[in-house]
């Protein structure tokens, strides 16, 4: 970690700014209204996302069908390179093994059938629609 995050472990650091710095979310408002809605526990505890984190916490944090069990190893605000990120925390074996094998799960089921339609139709598709509706 450079110098600049060093001296970030010594200040205090709410869990919203440390989730979007650490790169679980991409905005601080989306990891603000996890934090909120419940999906990130501190030691087992639903939190506000003011709440101040210390090293050594326990992070459980759900996102989408995917469930994370982080120790936190380090304090910093700034958001940088998905690598200088990896060193913010350390995850559980269990929790990256079960991870894995619910992405191997979701992987290998079939994908929905999508519709046809490409989004907005273009003026030719639109005029063809409504000679049909219309019945001329």
């Given at each position: 970690?450079?110098?600049?995050?060093?001296?970030?472990?010594?200040?205090?650091?709410?869990i919203?700014?440390?989730?979007?710095?650490?790169?679980?979310?991409?905005?601080?408002?989306?990891?603000?209204?996890?934090?909120?809605?419940?999906?990130?526990?501190?030691?087992?505890m639903?939190?506000?996302?003011?709440?101040?984190?210390?090293?050594?916490?326990?992070?459980?944090?759900?996102?989408?069908?995917?469930?994370?069990?982080?120790?936190?190893?380090?304090?910093?605000n700034?958001?940088?390179?998905a690598?200088?990120?990896?060193?913010?925390?350390?995850?559980?074996?269990?929790?990256?093994?079960?991870?894995?094998?619910?992405?191997?799960?979701?992987?290998?089921?079939?994908?929905p059938?999508r519709?046809?339609?490409?989004?907005?139709?273009?003026?030719?598709?639109?005029?063809?629609l409504?000679?049909?509706?219309?019945?001329?």
């Open positions: 970690m450079t110098e600049k995050s060093a001296q970030a472990t010594d200040e205090k650091l709410r919203d700014k440390w989730l979007f710095a650490a790169r679980f979310y991409k905005t601080r408002s989306q990891a603000a209204d996890a934090v909120e809605r419940g999906q990130v526990q501190i030691n087992g639903r939190v506000k996302p003011s709440r101040i984190l210390n090293v050594d916490d326990m992070l459980d944090i759900r996102i989408g069908p995917y469930h994370h069990r982080v120790k936190v190893l380090a304090l910093s700034q958001r940088r390179s690598t200088e990120a990896r060193l913010l925390y350390q995850e559980t074996e269990e929790s990256r093994q079960a991870r894995e094998m619910l992405a191997g799960e979701l992987k290998s089921q079939p994908t059938p519709y046809a339609g490409k989004g907005r139709p273009t003026k030719r598709v639109r005029r063809d409504e000679r049909f509706v219309d019945g001329k």
